[in-house]
């Protein structure tokens, strides 16, 4: 069976959600918390939701540097990383997060080679913010970055799609793929709404789970 792996991010691969971290940290706490809760609700586009909290904050990149330095990934995932590369499947990171700080935890974690679809989050020299947002759908959901987008188009025929994720924004990658390992909110989506889904602590669940799957 061939298989290609989509993962969430924060919550996920990280262990902490930096994307709410970085902007509590970094812009104002109340600011934030009070847009994540109206944009859950549907009343603000995903999009809105991240330029106005870039509007709010500051930071520079050597700022980003250090606190992505220590942000710790799930133990599990470096293991996972090869043993899917051992096997030559295709792994993605798909978040509605920001590139930037995905790219830098990764790299502090020894793991330079996944492929990151994200919002674009460009620092300014004087930590001003901005974000930019190259997968945004507007017939699909409210997220910057629609991961439902990513795993239709990146399938290839005869392909099973995996989908590996922990929140509010993963449910359209749960929509789109073949199957899906969840925890978290989106394990009680799956429960409420009927979605069939395996459940994961860590990614050393998931390796286990896709190897029976894989007949090893
Ligand atoms: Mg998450
Ligand atoms: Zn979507």
Request: glycine share 8%; aromatic share 12%.
């Amino acid at each position: 069976m061939k298989l290609r792996i989509f993962c969430d991010f924060d919550g996920t691969i990280a262990q902490n959600d930096v994307g709410n971290l970085v902007f509590t940290t970094f812009g104002n706490p109340d600011h934030w918390w009070n847009l994540v809760d109206r944009w859950r609700k549907g009343e603000l586009d995903g999009r809105d939701l991240w330029r106005r909290q870039c509007k709010v904050s500051n930071m520079t990149e050597q700022q980003l540097d250090e606190f992505a330095a220590e942000q710790p990934v799930d133990p599990a995932f470096p293991a996972f990383v090869t043993f899917c590369e051992q096997r030559n499947i295709p792994v993605y990171v798909v978040s509605d997060g920001m590139d930037a700080y995905i790219s830098k935890i990764l790299r502090f974690n020894g793991i330079n080679n996944l492929k990151i679809r994200a919002n674009r989050l460009e620092i300014h020299p004087d930590g001003r913010l901005s974000v930019e947002f190259p997968y945004y759908q507007k017939d699909c959901c409210n997220c910057g970055n629609c991961k439902g987008y990513h795993v239709k188009k990146e399938k290839r025929p005869g392909e099973k799609t995996i989908y590996i994720g922990d929140g509010f924004s993963d449910v359209c990658g749960l929509k789109a793929a073949d199957i899906t390992f969840a925890k978290g909110y989106l394990l009680d989506y799956c429960r409420e709404n009927d979605f069939e889904c395996k459940t994961f602590n860590t990614f050393s669940d998931v390796q286990n789970q896709l190897k029976m799957l894989l007949g090893e």
